[in-house]
C-alpha cells in the first residue's frame, strides 16, 4: 500500500498527457498511439517523473489483455478462410506471408549473416513476425478513402491480411512463453495443437453456451450491467485458462475476442461501448505509454548494417512475397496488393512492447523498431493511396460482394460528424403543438427528432411516445410537454463511430449536434444517416 499513491501519481500523469498528446496528432491526423508513446517518452527518458514498476506493470498487463481481446474482436474473422480455402487467394496470401517472415528472419537470426542483435531462435522467429504483419485498420481506412473498400484490389488485400493475423498472432503469443531457445519441432506442434484447442473451445463456450446463459440470467436477475460483468470477467478466465495451457495471456484474449463475434446484438450493445470506453479511456492509452517509458537513446550503439537491415529488408520482403504470389496465381495488380500490404499499426507496436517486456529483445532494439514502425504508421497511407489511385486510373474496377461485413466498420474511421451533419437552420418550436408537429415535421423512417427554442437545445421527441397522448389533446399540447429532456448530444468534431456507440447506449435515433468551442445548437444528426454513410463507404462511394 506504501507504493500507491507514487502508482496513483503515474498512471494520473501518464493518461492526461497521453490524452492531450492524442489531441495534438488527431490535428495532424497521426495516429492516437504516436501520442500514447510520446507522452511515456517525455514522462519518462526524457523527464524522469514517472518510472516502470510492478504496480504500474499490473494495470499495463490488464491493457495488454484488453487490447488484443478487442483485436480478435475487431479483425479476426475466421469465416473469411472459408469462403477463399479453395480460391487461388488462399494460395497467394500464403506466399505474401512465408516471404516477408523469411526476409525478415534473415535480418533477425544469425542464420546465413549476423547483424550483432544477439537473439535467441524463438525470439528472432517472433519478431520476424511481427515485422512481416500488416495493419487491418490502416489499409481499411485508406481503401475507404479512395472508394475501393468492396472492388477486386480491395477485398484481397483485406482478405490477405485477415488470414496473416489469424495464422501469425497466435504464433508469436506462444513464442512468448515457449521454454528455451530452440524451436523443438515436436514442441512447436505441441503448442500448435494447444492453440487450436482452446480456440475450438473458447469460440464453442462463446457461441454456444454464453449467449443463452447471458440472456437467461439477465431476465432473471435484472442486474445492471449484467452481460458487461460476465464478458469482462470471461476474459479474464480466458486469460487464466491460457496461462494454464502454457501459453501467453494475449492469446486466450485474441482468441476470446475472436470468438463473441456471434454473441446477439443487444448483448454486444449492452456490452461493446463500455468495454471501449474502458479500453480507450485509460487501459490502452496507458499500455502505450509504458513503452515510451522504455524507449532508450542508445540505438546508435546498434551496428549500422542491422539498422540499415531492419528497416529494408522486411519492407522488401513484404513488397517481393505477393509480387511471387500474384505471378504464381495469376493476380492481377501485383504493385497495387504489395502496397497495400506495407502498412502497419498499433497491433505490430504492442506485440514488441510485449517482446521488450518479456525480455526477448533490448530496449536499444525495442527503440529503435518503435521508430521505423512510426516511420510506416507516418507514410503508408499516402503510398497506399497514391497506387491505388494509379490503379483505379487505368482500369474500371470490379465491384465484388465478399467483403466480410466485420471489415466495413473500418469506413467510419476519422470520419467526422460534420461529414453527415444535417444543419436544417430552424427545429420544431416546443410550443408548437403536437398536431401541427406530426403534421408539418413528421417524416418516414425518422422516429426522433431534435426540438429547440430560440437556437437553444429543448429535448428530443420520440413519435413512437405520442401513441400515449390521446389523439382529441394533440391540437391543445405543446410539444414541450412531450420532450425527452437531456437527450445527450454529439460535437461536430467527434467520429461517427462514437456517436454511433453513444445512441445505442442512450437507445435514441437522434442526436443534437454542438459546437465544441460554444455549446451552440448547430444541428443533429440521426442513426439512419449514419447508416447510409456506412452502406456507402462500403460499397465504394464516397
Given at each position: 500500500m506504501e507504493a500507491l499513491p507514487e502508482t496513483l501519481f503515474s498512471v494520473g500523469l501518464l493518461i492526461v498527457v497521453a490524452k492531450i498528446a492524442e489531441g495534438f496528432t488527431q490535428q495532424l491526423r497521426i495516429s492516437s498511439i504516436v501520442a500514447y508513446t510520446a507522452a511515456g517518452v517525455l514522462l519518462g527518458p526524457l523527464t524522469g517523473l514517472v518510472a516502470?514498476?510492478?504496480?504500474?506493470?499490473?494495470?499495463?498487463?490488464?491493457?495488454?489483455?484488453?487490447?488484443?481481446?478487442?483485436?480478435?474482436?475487431?479483425?479476426?474473422?475466421?469465416?473469411?478462410?472459408?469462403?477463399?480455402?479453395?480460391?487461388?487467394?488462399?494460395?497467394?496470401?500464403?506466399?505474401?506471408?512465408?516471404?516477408?517472415?523469411?526476409?525478415?528472419?534473415?535480418?533477425?537470426?544469425?542464420?546465413?549473416f549476423d547483424f550483432g542483435l544477439g537473439l535467441s531462435s524463438r525470439a528472432a522467429l517472433a519478431l520476424a513476425t511481427v515485422l512481416s504483419l500488416t495493419s487491418l485498420g490502416i489499409a481499411a481506412k485508406v481503401l475507404s478513402d479512395e472508394g475501393c473498400l468492396r472492388d477486386v484490389l480491395g477485398v484481397r488485400i483485406l482478405t490477405t491480411i485477415l488470414i496473416f493475423k489469424l495464422l501469425c498472432l497466435p504464433l508469436v503469443g506462444f513464442m512468448f512463453d515457449l521454454q528455451g531457445d530452440d524451436l523443438d519441432p515436436v514442441t512447436l506442434l505441441t503448442l500448435f495443437a494447444k492453440v487450436g484447442a482452446f480456440g475450438l473451445a473458447a469460440y464453442a463456450v462463446s457461441s454456444r453456451v454464453l449467449p443463452p446463459a447471458v440472456l437467461a440470467l439477465k431476465r432473471v436477475l435484472h442486474v445492471p450491467h449484467l452481460s458487461f460483468g460476465l464478458l469482462l470477467g470471461g476474459l479474464f478466465l480466458a486469460v487464466a485458462g491460457a496461462k494454464a495451457l502454457g501459453l501467453h495471456g494475449s492469446v486466450g484474449a485474441l482468441l476470446f475476442g475472436a470468438s463473441i463475434s456471434p454473441l446477439p446484438y443487444q448483448v454486444r450493445r449492452d456490452v461493446l461501448p463500455g468495454m471501449r470506453s474502458m479500453a480507450d479511456g485509460l487501459f490502452v492509452p496507458l499500455f502505450f505509454a509504458s513503452g515510451g517509458l522504455q524507449v532508450s537513446f542508445a540505438v546508435s550503439e546498434l551496428p549500422f548494417s542491422a539498422v540499415a537491415a531492419l528497416a529494408l529488408v522486411p519492407l522488401a520482403g513484404k513488397f517481393v512475397g505477393p509480387l511471387v504470389g500474384s505471378m504464381v496465381t495469376r493476380l492481377e495488380d501485383p504493385i497495387a496488393l504489395s502496397t497495400g500490404l506495407i502498412a502497419k499499426g498499433i497491433t505490430e507496436i504492442a506485440l514488441l512492447l510485449v517482446l521488450v517486456e518479456r525480455g526477448m529483445i533490448g530496449n536499444d532494439l525495442f527503440s529503435l523498431l518503435i521508430l521505423i514502425m512510426f516511420a510506416y504508421v507516418v507514410g503508408s497511407p499516402p503510398l497506399i493511396g497514391f497506387t491505388v489511385r494509379r490503379t483505379k486510373a487505368r482500369e474500371n474496377r470490379e465491384t465484388v460482394d465478399p467483403l466480410p461485413a466485420s471489415l466495413v466498420r473500418f469506413a467510419l474511421t476519422d470520419i467526422s460528424?460534420?461529414?453527415?451533419?444535417?444543419?436544417?437552420?430552424?427545429?420544431?418550436?416546443?410550443?408548437?403543438?403536437?398536431?401541427?408537429?406530426?403534421?408539418?415535421?413528421?417524416?418516414?423512417?425518422?422516429?426522433?427528432?431534435?426540438?429547440?427554442?430560440?437556437?437553444?437545445?429543448?429535448?428530443?421527441?420520440?413519435?413512437?411516445?405520442?401513441?400515449?397522448?390521446?389523439?382529441?389533446?394533440?391540437?391543445t399540447t405543446p410539444l414541450g410537454r412531450v420532450v425527452r429532456e437531456s437527450p445527450g448530444s454529439a460535437w461536430q468534431d467527434e467520429q461517427v463511430e462514437d456517436v454511433l456507440y453513444r445512441m445505442q447506449e442512450l437507445s435514441v435515433t437522434a442526436l443534437p449536434v454542438l459546437r465544441r468551442t460554444s455549446g451552440e445548437l448547430i444541428g443533429s444528426v440521426t442513426s439512419q444517416e449514419i447508416l447510409e454513410l456506412l452502406l456507402s463507404e462500403g460499397s465504394g462511394r464516397r
Open positions: 516502470v514498476t510492478d504496480e504500474l506493470g499490473i494495470l499495463v498487463g490488464i491493457g495488454v489483455y484488453l487490447f488484443f481481446f478487442l483485436v480478435g474482436l475487431d479483425e479476426i474473422d475466421v469465416s473469411v478462410i472459408a469462403t477463399v480455402v479453395r480460391t487461388r487467394l488462399l494460395i497467394f496470401a500464403l506466399i505474401s506471408i512465408a516471404t516477408p517472415i523469411a526476409f525478415s528472419y534473415l535480418v533477425t537470426s544469425d542464420t546465413i460528424v460534420e461529414a453527415i451533419l444535417d444543419r436544417p437552420g430552424k427545429f420544431a418550436h416546443p410550443e408548437l403543438s403536437v398536431r401541427d408537429f406530426v403534421e408539418r415535421w413528421v417524416v418516414p423512417d425518422q422516429p426522433e427528432y431534435v426540438i429547440a427554442k430560440d437556437g437553444k437545445l429543448a429535448g428530443l421527441v420520440s413519435v413512437s411516445m405520442l401513441r400515449y397522448l390521446p389523439k382529441e389533446a394533440w391540437a
